[in-house]
């Protein structure tokens, strides 16, 4: 089993940056895919992004490309969202999620493929 950790979540303001992190412990996941949804309040979960394994490969939802990267730390179990120029529209729960090994294609709109996934980190963007 994978065991997902959020962290790094808070309070921000619309234009402000914020870097979220997930670790990942039970089993080394330098092979999973890792991506992040946010589930945005009244609202279904929506992917935001993802990584392959090998960190060769990000996708992105087009509402956050240009803003968010997403990045992974192999050696540390560990991926991370980096979030500039935050909007209020950005405002959601955010989630880590884990598939693999070696799974692919990395994008999922729905999380359907994804096995793993963390509690979540609630992002609130103020205007």
């Known amino acids: 089993q994978v065991r997902l950790v959020e962290s790094g979540g808070g309070l921000v303001q619309a234009g402000g940056s914020l870097r979220l992190s997930c670790a990942a412990s039970?089993?080394?996941?330098?092979?999973?895919?890792l991506a992040w949804f946010r589930q945005p309040p009244g609202k279904e979960r929506e992917f935001v992004g993802a990584?392959?394994?090998?960190?060769?490969?990000?996708d992105y939802t087009d509402s956050v490309k240009g803003r968010f990267t997403i990045s992974r730390d192999n050696a540390k179990n560990t991926v991370y969202l980096q979030m500039n120029s935050l909007k209020p529209g950005d405002t959601a729960v955010y989630f880590c999620a884990a598939k693999g090994p070696l799974a692919m294609p990395i994008a999922d709109l729905s999380g359907a493929t994804y096995n793993y996934w963390g509690q979540g980190t609630q992002v609130t963007v103020s205007s």
């Open positions: 990584i392959s394994w090998s960190a060769g490969r990000t």
């Open positions: 039970g089993r080394p996941v330098s092979r999973y895919a």
